[in-house]
């Protein structure tokens, strides 16, 4: 278990527009200003195109995959976003199906995101291979004062 205590919050809020690529689009905000503890609160929106990986997939058959096409609902989006993000999303089509799964890109906008950051000012999020799982695993770790 990976964890470094408490922390205080700092909200970010963002709207992306029509074709641009959610993923992709967080990350860059991520980046620009220099979140190291980023996590999703909140998003709604709609997409046209998205790559999810299923629940079924081991690290040894990453291949269940999803690849969706149409005018779909983003009913939740949840997860860190550590420069290896870790999302995983439910979309709704027109019929009110629903269907999830980690996010792997082409979450390509249709009308809007409007998005909730959180970051947890005090900790830093990064990756590590985790041999049990055989994914990238989360570690928490303390902000050092130099960040």
């Not at 629940?55 to 609902?73: I, Q």
């Not at 996010?103 to 590590?128: K, N």
Request: proline share 4%.
């Amino acid at each position: 278990m990976s964890s470094a205590g408490g922390s205080s919050l700092q909200v970010h809020a963002v709207r992306f527009g029509p074709g641009q690529e959610l993923l992709a689009c967080l990350q860059a905000f991520v980046e620009q200003r220099r979140l190291r503890a980023p996590f999703i609160i909140t998003c709604v929106g709609s997409v046209t195109r998205a790559t999810v990986r299923l629940a079924n997939a081991t690290a040894t058959n990453t291949n269940e995959v999803l690849h969706l096409s149409g005018r779909f609902e983003i009913v939740s989006l949840v997860g860190t976003l550590n420069p290896e993000a870790h999302l995983h999303i439910c979309l709704s089509d027109a019929a009110g199906r629903t269907v999830g799964g980690h996010v792997l890109g082409d979450l390509d906008l249709f009308t809007t995101a409007e998005v909730v950051l959180g970051e947890a000012s005090d900790l830093r999020f990064t990756r590590e291979m985790d041999p049990q799982t055989g994914f990238p695993e989360l570690v928490v770790q303390p902000r050092s004062q130099a960040e």
